[in-house]
T-cell receptor, first 112, second 110 residues
């Protein structure tokens, strides 16, 4: 069964910590995406990547960075976590030229 | 104005009812239309996929696109409690970049 795996389901971090959210896909997808999902705001795109070592800003990149050193892995980094980054984080992937995304199960991050 | 608008609900229906979920969009360049289903504490999963205007049926689910009015619908026949979830519509202009609606929460009561 093909899948997108996010390393943690639940995470609690302190304000100011550097936080790493990991996402791995086993479908050989070129495209990978990071979203956050908040009640009333829906899915908002943080960053995406079309290829290894490539990254593009989404709609809300402030306070985040990403890394894609290998095709199957796309990491989201919160440089200095803040309480307003408490959210559900969703990773997704797709083939180039196709727009059916496969999502991971999400990481619910709480920053205290 | 958001590019894709969706009533957040919640929409509560009895088991067996026909459910109609709807989205409107503003960008006439959108060509691909999708519906995702998201169960509580899970990631969204692709449910239906259509290209341009028309209908597509898959079991109890029918997706309908009316590009002239920029209106997307998902119909669920004989709704079941297991259909209780949040339904997200999504559109794409062939740029590999989806635009999502905010989601409609559906509750099907036994």
């Amino acid at each position: 069964d093909v899948k997108v795996t996010q390393s943690s389901r639940y995470l609690v971090k302190r304000t100011g910590e550097k936080v790493f959210l990991e996402c791995v896909q086993d479908m050989d997808h070129e495209n990978m995406f990071w979203y956050r999902q908040d009640p009333g705001l829906g899915l908002r795109l943080i960053y995406f990547s079309y290829d290894v070592k490539m990254k593009e800003k989404g709609d809300i990149p402030e306070g985040y960075s990403v890394s894609r050193e290998k095709k199957e892995r796309f990491s989201l980094i919160l440089e200095s976590a803040s309480t307003n980054q408490t959210s559900m984080y969703l990773c997704a992937s797709s083939f180039a030229g196709e727009n059916g995304y496969t999502f991971g199960s999400g990481t619910r991050l709480t920053v205290v | 104005q958001k590019e894709v608008e969706q009533d957040p609900g919640p929409l509560s229906v009895p088991e067996g009812a026909i459910v109609s979920l709807n989205c409107t969009y503003s960008n006439s360049a959108f060509q691909y239309f999708m519906w995702y289903r998201q169960y509580s504490r899970k990631g969204p999963e692709l449910l239906m996929y259509t290209y341009s205007s028309g209908n597509k049926e898959d079991g109890r689910f029918t997706a309908q696109v009316d590009k002239s009015s920029k209106y997307i619908s998902l119909f669920i026949r004989d709704s079941q409690p297991s259909d209780s979830a949040t339904y997200l519509c999504a559109t794409d202009n062939a740029g590999n970049m989806l635009t999502f609606g905010g989601g409609t929460r559906l509750m099907v009561k036994p």
